[in-house]
């Protein structure tokens, strides 16, 4: 280990070599490689999108644990080595790594390949699980989120082994099954293999682009929190004419509940929610102004849709910075074909918030236990039960090594300056590395706002997967530039 003459010193002597360092535009072996590969790559997305790897139903374990080992035959054959899955209390992770550029900084490359439930299944087009390579388009469930960002990193770590026999990096891939649930095994994962895990840098191959022609980078997620409320009024189901409009009902009481948590100004009414908002900073405000966004163009896009939300903010302002509360689900009485004349006994939904800088998702759990049983009408007993999707917010500064590396990357693929932004969704995975290890994970991953991930006819566009192992590749390299600096060490001054 070389110790830094000072900290200052070797942040100025790296960024001066990521400002004057010139990605090879010329011969490269491992573009070359991924160039000649392509039909394998596209033939390995596929097959990899076949497995319905459903976390969140239980009939698919098995689906799950044979994705797992998919990816642990897949990790082997582009040359990691010590590539082991790892069981938890329910979906396994897949590890493996390559840690021989004596020297170089260490990366861990973190993606997911479980996926989301197809309902409703009739919507689609195509089968989700018969995955197919259509006018240059992916289609099937999982295709964009994350099967096709996941392969990238492996695609491009292969070509860089099987071309010029090492990496510029050392790396360690950490591959989970549980993401879409909320990743509730993740933290004891981090917690007890520390040692394992330790790297420099970290990225995530989920996540995504804004546009197809113009780069960004993520520097903040958005938190989350879900949970199911069932209101019960009767011991069992009562004849609609005979005890109609004599008991209370309980799917009119829980949508009356359900309907009280937000005003007529979207502003949501849960005491205590909006207690630990950070307001929005002037740099917040910047990058607001900076991002390219047609709203009038998006809305028509989903159909017509007018924006609504928060009185007081824009729609930029309330998708990044500000917190949700949505009914995701809400279900009572006879639910087939034709009518059942029934008041039914109880009523279930699920609520889902999204979550902003400062706020801590356990009070806010506490906050809406304590609305729900406080406004409850009387005589209705209230369940409410947390379920697995639970994370903390997630910010990062702009001016990371990786960050700067990364940007650099993205404008030569992309041909157009790189932005920093917000996602107004989730990654568990992003805020507990920070937590647990303290390492910043920077997102670097090529899906589209309209790949319809989590919905009906999920996409991932062709050119989006060629262009995001080739940059893999070019990401890998620059990184490994750090180590030809004289200054750079093992250590985290960075």
Avoid at 158 to 164: C, M, N, P, R, Y
Wanted: hydrophobic letters at 40%.
């Amino acid at each position: 280990m070389r110790a830094a003459a000072s900290s200052g010193t070797h942040l100025f002597l790296v960024t001066m070599w990521l400002c004057s360092h010139v990605l090879s535009s010329g011969a490269n072996a491992p573009l070359d490689y991924l160039d000649k590969h392509t039909s394998q790559y596209t033939k390995e997305l596929i097959d990899l999108v076949n497995i319905p790897s459903i976390s969140s139903l239980p009939e698919h374990h098995t689906d799950i644990l044979s994705a797992a080992k998919w990816l642990q035959g897949r990790l082997k054959t582009a040359g990691l080595e010590e590539v082991k899955i790892y069981p938890t209390k329910s979906q396994p992770l897949v590890f493996g790594q390559w840690l021989h550029a004596k020297g170089a900084p260490t990366v861990l490359i973190y993606g997911h390949y479980d996926v989301q439930p197809v309902d409703p299944l009739e919507l689609w087009n195509n089968k989700p699980f018969d995955a197919k390579l259509v006018n240059g388009e992916f289609l099937g469930r999982g295709a964009a989120d994350d099967k096709g960002g996941l392969l990238q990193p492996i695609q491009a770590v292969e070509a860089l082994l099987k071309s010029e026999g090492k990496l510029p990096v050392n790396v360690k891939f950490l591959l989970e099954g549980q993401e879409e649930i909320g990743s509730p095994d993740f933290e004891t994962f981090l917690t007890q293999n520390g040692k394992l895990l330790q790297a420099d840098y970290a990225l995530s191959a989920d996540g995504g682009q804004n546009f197809r022609d113009q780069g960004g980078l993520a520097i903040g997620l958005r938190g989350a929190i879900t949970v199911e409320v069932e209101l019960q009024t009767l011991a069992s189901d009562q004849h609609s004419g005979m005890k109609g409009g004599t008991v209370l009902n309980p799917i009119n009481a829980l949508a009356k509940l359900l309907a009280g948590m937000v005003d007529d100004d979207h502003h949501i009414t849960v005491e205590g929610f909006y207690d630990d908002v950070r307001p929005l900073t002037s740099e917040d405000k910047a990058d607001l102004a900076a991002f390219p966004f047609d709203e009038e163009a998006e809305f028509q896009a989903l159909g017509g849709a007018l924006p609504v939300g928060e009185k007081g903010f824009t729609t930029l302002e309330r998708r990044w910075l500000r917190p949700t509360l949505d009914v995701v689900g809400i279900w009572g009485g006879f639910q087939g074909a034709g009518v059942k004349t029934i008041v039914p006994s109880k009523a279930t939904a699920k609520v889902s918030c999204r979550l902003v800088p400062n706020q801590d998702p356990d009070k806010i759990v506490q906050a809406l236990e304590a609305h729900m049983d406080r406004h409850a009408p009387h005589g209705a007993k209230v369940t409410f039960r947390l379920l697995g999707f639970k994370a903390h917010p997630y910010s990062m500064p702009k001016d990371t090594i990786v960050n700067k590396a990364a940007a650099k990357v993205l404008e030569e693929v992309m041909g157009k300056p790189t932005l920093f932004y917000r996602e107004g969704g989730t990654i568990p995975a992003m805020a507990l590395l920070k937590n647990v290890l303290d390492i910043d994970m920077t997102m670097f991953s090529f899906g589209l706002p309209d790949d319809r991930i989590h919905a009906p006819n999920e996409r991932y566009v062709e050119s989006m997967y060629k262009m995001g192992r080739v940059a893999y590749v070019k990401l890998l390299q620059s990184i490994g530039g750090l180590a030809q600096q004289e200054e750079y060490h093992d250590g985290s001054e960075l």
